[in-house]
């Protein structure tokens, strides 16, 4: 199992092999659970980065300015899906939950460290092994609920494997052809049908909520058809007649 523990001394914390581990259902259709992906933190390296650039760590911002700041993240997020596991890594460093909205000094904190090239790299899966994992989820449909959970649990929400440590995208391959996971009922194409008749019907938002509720925002398939058919007829039988 994975480790991460916090050094006393303030300089970050100390990480284990970073990595996927199995363990006993915790539901009917799957069981397993994701180690933690762990990292250096970058944060104690923030003011040697301002120091750098000559600006003090106290060092006063207009509002106008901040806002042009964090107007600059979401072409960062756009342009790389690296950008975004590293700001989704940088906000758990600072306790905060991918659903919050951070504020402008945690995200000129973040740009700092981007712009100095602080932030910790990250080796990303090859184009090889990216094929095979576009292969597995174009063949079995319960793969793609399945990374769902993985990237929830152990990439910090992030399903995109082009940004995410490749050891993540290479466990999750290796365990799901060695039979490691419990392989779901999948939905049928009439009840996939029947969730996506709700959907269109003006129910998007409950269908996106509960959606959320699975493994936080935007993480679970938006696509029923790559959804555990139990799930749906929960959500169908949860909505009134």
């Known amino acids: 199992m994975s480790t991460c523990t916090q050094s006393t001394s303030g300089g970050g914390a100390r990480c284990g092999d970073i990595g996927i581990f199995l363990a006993p259902a915790a539901a009917s259709f799957w069981r397993h659970t994701v180690g933690a992906v762990c ?63 951070a504020d402008e000094a945690t995200v000129q904190e973040f740009l700092a460290l981007h712009s100095a090239g602080a932030l910790d790299p990250i080796e990303v899966a090859s184009a090889e092994v990216l094929a095979d994992f576009d292969k597995v989820q174009k063949e079995h449909p319960a793969a793609t609920w399945l990374w769902s959970s993985v990237g929830a649990r152990g990439a910090f929400g992030i399903v995109n494997p082009k940004g995410i440590p490749a050891k ?74």
């Open 39 to 101: 990292a250096r933190t970058t944060l104690a390296r923030y003011s040697v980065a301002r120091a750098a650039e000559g600006d003090g760590a106290a060092g006063v911002i207009s509002y106008k300015e901040l806002a042009r700041i964090s107007q600059q993240l979401a072409p960062l997020l756009k342009a790389d899906p690296v950008v975004g596991y590293q700001w989704r890594r940088f906000q758990h460093q600072k306790g905060l939950q991918p659903s919050t909205r």
């Open 168 to 241: 993540i995208v290479q466990d999750f391959l290796e365990s799901y052809r060695a039979g490691s996971f419990e392989q779901p009922e999948m939905a049928s194409d009439e009840l996939a049908a029947e969730v996506n008749s709700f959907r269109w019907a003006g129910g998007k938002a409950k269908w996106q909520a509960f959606a959320n509720s699975q493994f936080g925002p935007k993480a679970a398939p938006s696509d029923p058809k790559f959804w555990p058919a139990d799930l749906l007829r929960r959500f169908l039988a949860e909505q009134p007649a």
